[in-house]
């Protein structure tokens, strides 16, 4: 296997696996909001991940704050499913994607009409 498509197999694994942690195995009243793992991200070396998340519903700095408590028991839940030897550092970011393309749309609409 490639060195560089481990990085994105690990991410993806990780990805689902998260999901699956966060839907069935999680048990705080705030991972009950509708939260979806938008991106993961893993350094080439394979000791870090960065797991981006979406918020539908609720406070994504609370439910950030869950995650940091929660990303212990997180990481040894992977380490479970993993056929990996070293189980990649986990942070979680709030996935800004959305807010910023409105934004951005938004200011195309006013620059566009203000050349009208």
Same mark, same amino acid.
């Given at each position: 296997?490639?060195?560089?498509?481990?990085?994105?197999?690990?991410?993806?694994? #990780?990805?689902?696996? @998260?999901? /699956?942690?966060l839907?069935? &195995?999680?048990?705080?009243?705030?991972? *009950?909001?509708?939260?979806? %793992?938008?991106e993961?991200?893993?350094?080439?070396?394979l000791?870090?991940?960065? #797991?981006?998340?979406? @918020?539908? /519903?609720?406070?994504?700095? &609370?439910?950030?704050?869950?995650?940091? *408590?929660?990303?212990?028991? %997180?990481?040894?839940?992977?380490?479970?499913?993993?056929?990996i030897?070293?189980?990649?550092?986990?942070?979680f970011?709030?996935?800004?994607?959305?807010e910023?393309e409105?934004?951005?749309?938004?200011l195309?609409?006013? %620059?566009?009409?203000?050349?009208?």
């Open positions: 296997m490639k060195q560089g498509r481990r990085p994105q197999k690990v991410a993806s694994f #990780i990805k689902e696996e @998260v999901s /699956q942690i839907m069935y &195995e999680l048990n705080d009243p705030v991972f *009950k909001n509708f939260i979806s %793992i938008t993961v991200k893993v350094s080439g070396d000791k870090r991940a960065q #797991i981006f998340f979406r @918020v539908f /519903q609720g406070d994504p700095e &609370e439910v950030k704050n869950a995650f940091e *408590k929660a990303k212990g028991y %997180i990481r040894k839940l992977l380490a479970e499913r993993m056929n030897r070293f189980v990649p550092e986990l942070s970011e709030i996935d800004r994607t959305f910023e409105e934004r951005l749309a938004e195309f609409k006013r %620059i566009k009409k203000e050349e009208s």
